[in-house]
């Protein structure tokens, strides 16, 4: 009886999880609001990074592997990403192309100071998960006809997200010395966090899965998904039109 009572309230947990992807993001939101209108860096990372210089690997893992976990825009992607890929092959293949995008961006916009007003790229990044929802809700195919390549569209809005990072790297305003090491740090960091967010939510997609109502509130999610985009695209045109 306590078992039965305890896969109910599991139910009861996983049904909803659509709506429980909104309410965290609004609460993100709401919790950071005044960070991301002023699209500001934490005051305490950045007032360490700029006191310190050489080669500090430890402290920029770190603040990779922050960046990464706490960025609900990137995780949001990253979501939209595996939704429907149930192969580790698969999985890791996208992950890997996302991943080798950002990457590349950041390091090439933070070390040759490539900056990209971060207003506007945020709203890039909003956009690609507003992107990831069609896609996953089979909008491009009824729409229009055919099917965007997922694989290189993937790839480009990893580069997109990739200048994202950049522009917070930036913002630390990082000491030359010992720059190209710290910066590789970095991403080592945030491939870290990124690890760890997709593994959480790999765990909680196995379980919804195997759910019989998955698909019923996948439809639901990718909807409430696509509304978080345009919602991130909202946000950051209207920090850029104050700024």
């Given at each position: 009886?306590q078992?039965?009572l305890?896969?109910?309230?599991?139910?009861?947990?996983?049904?909803p999880?659509?709506?429980?992807l909104t309410?965290?993001?609004?609460?993100?939101?709401?919790?950071i609001?005044?960070?991301?209108?002023?699209?500001?860096?934490?005051q305490?990372d950045k007032g360490y990074?700029?006191?310190?210089s050489?080669?500090?690997l430890?402290?920029?893992i770190?603040?990779?592997?922050?960046?990464?976990?706490?960025?609900?825009?990137?995780?949001?992607?990253?979501?939209?990403i595996?939704?429907?890929?149930?192969?580790l092959r698969?999985?890791?293949?996208?992950v890997?192309l996302?991943?080798?995008?950002?990457?590349t961006?950041?390091?090439?916009?933070v070390?040759?100071n490539?900056?990209?007003?971060?207003?506007?790229?945020?709203?890039?990044?909003?956009?690609?998960?507003?992107?990831?929802?069609?896609?996953?809700?089979?909008?491009?195919q009824?729409w229009?006809?055919?099917?965007?390549?997922?694989?290189?569209?993937?790839?480009?809005?990893?580069?997109?997200?990739?200048?994202?990072l950049?522009?917070?790297?930036i913002?630390?305003?990082?000491?030359?010395?010992?720059?190209?090491?710290n910066?590789?740090?970095?991403n080592?960091?945030?491939?870290?966090?990124?690890?760890?967010?997709l593994?959480?939510?790999?765990i909680?997609?196995?379980?919804?899965r195997?759910?019989?109502?998955?698909?019923?509130?996948?439809?639901?999610?990718?909807?409430?998904?696509?509304?978080?985009?345009?919602?991130l695209i909202?946000?950051?045109?209207?920090?850029?039109?104050?700024?």
């Amino acid at each position: 009886m306590q078992l039965a009572l305890l896969r109910g309230s599991l139910r009861l947990f996983i049904a909803p999880l659509s709506l429980l992807l909104t309410l965290l993001l609004v609460l993100l939101l709401l919790g950071i609001s005044e960070q991301a209108l002023a699209h500001a860096v934490a005051q305490g990372d950045k007032g360490y990074i700029q006191e310190i210089s050489g080669v500090k690997l430890i402290a920029f893992i770190y603040l990779g592997a922050k960046h990464m976990v706490t960025g609900y825009d990137h995780l949001l992607f990253l979501l939209g990403i595996i939704f429907f890929l149930y192969r580790l092959r698969d999985i890791t293949l996208y992950v890997s192309l996302f991943a080798l995008g950002h990457s590349t961006t950041m390091v090439i916009g933070v070390y040759f100071n490539l900056a990209i007003n971060s207003y506007i790229i945020d709203a890039i990044i909003g956009l690609s998960v507003v992107y990831k929802a069609l896609d996953n809700l089979g909008a491009y195919q009824r729409w229009f006809g055919f099917q965007p390549n997922t694989r290189v569209m993937t790839m480009v809005f990893g580069l997109c997200h990739g200048f994202g990072l950049a522009s917070k790297v930036i913002d630390y305003e990082i000491a030359q010395d010992g720059l190209l090491p710290n910066l590789i740090a970095f991403n080592v960091g945030v491939e870290m966090g990124q690890l760890i967010a997709l593994s959480a939510i790999l765990i909680l997609m196995g379980y919804w899965r195997r759910q019989p109502s998955f698909f019923k509130h996948a439809y639901s999610a990718n909807v409430l998904m696509m509304g978080a985009g345009f919602t991130l695209i909202g946000y950051h045109l209207v920090g850029l039109a104050v700024s």
